[in-house]
């Protein structure tokens, strides 16, 4: 009964989707009132269907009710309980009514805390949201119902979840992700409902700048945790594969990036507004692009859901209907948006443009990358492999590139500047820079290399740029209260920007200073391995709740002293009979003490992997610092101050009772 009661709420949840999709929006056109004001009400009952629905899908998990298809297919009575739950998004048709629960949340935030807006946008916005909920709900509903039955006869035990999602990154991962993807589409509905009432004021931006900051915050994280998760759990050691699945949701943070510095030059000086509408269009899409490419069945990952090609041409058919849609209309009312503010060519304007630009140079060399091998198998070419040479040759440099340019457009003012004066404020720090990248290379590798200097001489640079700008801005003022009173919008700034010198600085240093090894360990046998020395002490037999587990003992030793015992394992799950490797880490900010084991070889001798990451960990302790600086810039007061003003101006549409 609890899994017709959720299929029960997912219809209705579809019902509702579409009468808010028809009603509020109708209204803003025949002057309605009670059509217009249905938008909230509407939307706090899809919340509510939708979360009723997601609970029941999890009541299954936790009761083990393998008459129902996607539960036997994904759970097991051994599975811990936690797990049982996480399993709840481990497969397509579960992950799926996530995603969908997220828009429903997101699409309730909105109703929530957006009173504030104009009526007239407030329901368009969430009109265009029940659109986008009306197609994805449909695609639950008619291709991935997760309520299906096993009738009239249904197995005893399940199939169980797959290993490798049988860990602390499933939990947190595709929420993260999700909260990030289908968070755009808030700022997708803002960019449609501003076409359709053909103006893009203040108030549009004001409003929609901490929105997108939220969403890609979440995404910065979602895949921070997924890069993290990859690194500990493949047994591979490898932080980043460009993955097509990696890239699916890279590809939307980038076009993301773009556009909340994009809105930011819109929000305060008026310009590329045709510019901004655009990316929110795009980033969104890019999202929808990522489903596509996950659900499909058009590649083969460990991050894909395997799917049949009915649902593939679903989801192409809501792609193609959402951005054909978007982009028309964005062709027919762009021209109602134009900016009309002027910039000189040496001002935080076009610094900030140029980036911009850059970013969706970047993005649409990933995108090209990943979608080639595609589009070549599609007419029969045979299978072609796009991997890390083709990334790293055209990614790396335009990431440079961007850098710089960050550098530069973070010490500029606003309209026009002195190249006299720039060049005095620059002068120092391309000094120290340089000095510094060159410094920390010698000093901690005690061995030149280009990346890692150039990358040290890009980390530094930016900190340098943003001390100069913080002192400009600081004159004349004492420098702590000074400090403490700027906007955390620009402390957010600050933050991120610092985390992406810093994450490119473990990126560089891993990538050229790691030390792999492949090797044989007999018990009671030590190898070294650059200033370690390692010694198998024993493997023993481990029971796990479902799984049974060969696990080493590794004594691990520096300067002649045991500092640390580490523990890989070899893990056979019982329901599955799949093995799977469990990394051993002895983590540390310098670096990662990194052992995998392998198969045994032969009697009491094991094949064994060790890594040395020097400052891996920076890759991820940037990309907290960028996100945590997303949400210092969406916290900032200023938006709630202002947004009420706002709130105060008339609506450009007289509204019936």
């Known amino acids: 009964m609890i899994a017709e009661i959720g299929q029960i709420t997912l219809i209705m949840s579809l019902c509702l989707a579409a009468l808010l999709a028809v009603l509020p929006m109708l209204g803003t056109y025949t002057g309605q009132g ?34 129902v298809q996607y539960v036997a297919q994904n759970s097991n009575r051994l599975l ?7 399993a709840t ?3 397509h048709e579960g992950s799926l009514l996530l995603w969908i629960l997220i828009l429903s949340l997101w699409t309730g935030a909105v109703a929530l805390f957006a009173r504030q807006l104009p009526i007239i946008l407030y329901a368009r916005i969430l009109s265009v949201l029940g659109i986008i909920a009306v197609g994805f709900i449909a695609f639950s509903l008619f291709t991935s119902n997760p309520f299906i039955r096993y009738l009239p006869e249904f197995p005893l035990e399940g199939a169980s979840l797959n290993p490798l999602l049988q860990d602390i990154g499933l939990i947190l991962h595709p929420p993260l992700l999700y909260m990030g ?35 890609w915050l979440f995404l910065t994280l979602g895949i921070v945790l997924g890069s993290w998760w990859a690194y500990y759990e493949l047994g591979w050691g490898g932080w980043w594969f460009w993955d097509p699945v990696e890239n699916a949701s890279f590809l939307p943070w980038l076009a993301g990036t773009a556009l909340i510095h994009s809105l930011s030059v819109s929000e305060k000086r008026g310009l590329f507004k045709n510019w901004t509408v655009l ?22 990952s460990v991050h894909a859901f395997a799917s049949d090609p009915e649902r593939g041409y679903f989801i192409l058919w809501l792609l193609g209907i959402t951005v054909g849609g978007s982009l028309s209309l964005y062709a027919w009312r762009a021209s109602t948006v134009r900016s009309q503010n002027r910039y000189a060519l040496l001002s935080r304007e076009n610094f900030l443009l140029i980036n911009n630009v850059l970013l969706m140079v970047a993005t649409f060399v990933v995108l090209l990358g990943t979608l080639y091998p595609l589009i070549v198998e599609a007419f029969n070419q045979g299978p072609l492999s796009v991997g890390p040479p083709y990334f790293n040759a055209i990614f790396v440099p335009l990431g440079i590139i961007i850098m710089l340019l960050l550098g530069i457009g973070t010490v500029l003012r606003w309209k026009q500047n002195s190249l006299t004066d720039v060049l005095s404020r620059l002068t120092s720090s391309i000094v120290i820079s340089i000095i510094f990248g060159l410094a920390f290379n010698l000093l901690v590798f005690a061995e030149l290399n280009f990346s890692v200097v150039l990358a040290g001489v890009l980390c530094a640079w930016i900190v340098l740029t943003t001390l100069v700008d913080i002192r400009h801005k600081l004159r004349n003022k004492a420098w702590l209260k000074g400090f403490l009173s700027l906007p955390l919008s620009y402390l957010g700034m600050v933050l991120a920007h610092v985390g992406l010198g810093l994450t490119a600085l473990g990126i560089a240093v891993v990538s050229n200073f790691a030390i792999d090894k492949d090797l044989r360990m007999s018990i009671g046998e030590s190898v070294t391995v650059g200033a370690y020395e390692f010694e198998l002490m024993s493997i023993d037999d481990v029971m796990g709740p479902n799984y049974t587990s060969k696990q080493g003992i590794i004594a691990l030793s520096g300067e002649g002293e045991i500092t ?18 469990e990394a051993a880490i002895s983590a540390g900010l310098s670096k990662d003490i990194y052992v995998a084991m392998g198969e045994e070889i032969d009697n009491g001798t094991w094949a064994m992997r060790i890594h040395i990451k020097p400052m891996v960990r920076f890759i991820w302790l940037g990309g907290l610092m960028m996100a945590l600086g997303g949400l210092l810039a969406a916290w900032d007061k200023r938006y709630r101050r202002k947004l009420k003003q706002l709130a105060q101006q008339p609506s450009s549409l007289e509204v019936q009772p």
């Open 89 to 91: 998004w481990g497969g």
């Open 279 to 300: 990316l929110a269009i795009i980033t969104f899409s890019l999202s929808l692009l990522g489903t596509f490419l996950v659900r499909s069945g058009v590649l083969t």
């Open 564 to 581: 640390a015992y580490i523990h890989p394992e070899k893990r056979r799950y019982i329901p599955s009979g799949q093995v799977m490797t």
């Open 181 to 215: 993807y289908v968070g755009f589409s808030v700022a997708f509905a803002f960019a449609v409902a501003a076409l359709l009432d053909g103006k893009l004021d203040s108030a549009w931006l004001r409003w929609c700048r901490p929105w997108s900051l939220v969403a």
């Open 34 to 67: 009670r059509l217009i004001t249905s938008a909230q009400p509407l939307t706090f009952a899809l919340v509510t269907m939708l979360s009723i629905s997601f609970a029941t899908l999890v009541l299954t998990f936790l009761f083990d009710d393998f008459s």
């Open 80 to 86: 811990p309980a936690f797990y049982k739950v996480s």
